[in-house]
């Protein structure tokens, strides 16, 4: 178990540009979840998957947004056209089941300059 | 979805007990209590959870009121790697997405 890992840790990026995270989760674990969290705030939820399959999106995530996770292993989560209130940390939990427990990566921090 | 109410911050002693306070008034009967924490500059971390009855694990205590309204965690001894943000959000047993509801939090400091 080497827990969940995102890459990169850090993006700094112009407005308007675009940018892709990724997370790879324990393997074996079938849910994988994306979250958002800006500074004194606690996370919130985006979107998540079981397996291959995208199951909910919050409202949270705009048309900019766009998430993958193919042959249900990693994720990406893509932001087209970025903009200054995407500012943000972008945590990625898995699970085995639905009502285990969440691990979560240690996120990577987006800045846009 | 239900809604749980914490304390913004408290302060404890190194290797002393806390209780970190969290209700709970709307619960439902299906609701399961979760308790995360989250340490500076990383993701957050599994603490415990429960439903009706008070669990015990290695890292801590959860003890759940009678109507299930509040419930409480302890750390039996406090060191200062639990300074965190400790974070108390309902699951609603019923929902299949497994979706982590997380408000502000406790902001736990320990002092040597």
């Known amino acids: 178990d080497t827990g969940v890992s995102q890459d990169p840790r850090h993006k700094i990026t112009k407005r308007g540009q675009n940018v892709t995270f990724r997370c790879d989760p324990i393997s074996e674990h079938n849910r994988l979840y994306w979250y958002r969290q800006t500074l004194g705030q606690g996370p919130e939820f985006l979107t998540y998957?079981?397996?291959?399959?995208?199951?909910?999106k919050s409202r949270l995530l705009s048309d900019r947004f766009s998430a993958e996770r193919p042959k249900g292993s990693f994720s990406t989560l893509e932001i087209q056209r970025t903009e200054q209130g995407d500012s943000a940390m972008y945590l990625c939990a898995s699970s085995l089941l639905s009502g285990q427990p969440q691990h979560f990566g240690d996120g990577t921090r987006l800045s846009i300059l | 979805d239900a809604k749980t109410t914490q304390p913004n911050s408290m302060e404890s002693n190194e290797e002393e007990p806390v209780h970190l306070p969290c209700n709970h008034s709307?619960?439902?009967?299906?609701?399961?209590i979760h308790w995360y924490r989250q340490l500076p500059s990383q993701g957050p971390e599994y603490v415990i959870h429960?439903?009706?009855s008070n669990v015990n694990n290695r890292m801590a205590s959860l003890a759940i009121a009678e109507d299930r309204k509040s419930s409480t965690l302890i750390l039996h001894r406090a060191t200062l790697r639990d300074a965190a943000v400790y974070y108390c959000?309902?699951?609603?047993?019923?929902?299949?997405?497994?979706?982590?509801?997380f408000g502000q939090g406790t902001t736990l400091q320990v002092k040597p």
């Open positions: 429960g439903l009706t």
């Open positions: 959000i309902l699951r609603q047993g019923s929902s299949n997405t497994g979706k982590l509801i």
């Open positions: 998957f079981q397996n291959e399959a995208q199951l909910e």
């Open positions: 709307t619960i439902s009967g299906t609701d399961y």
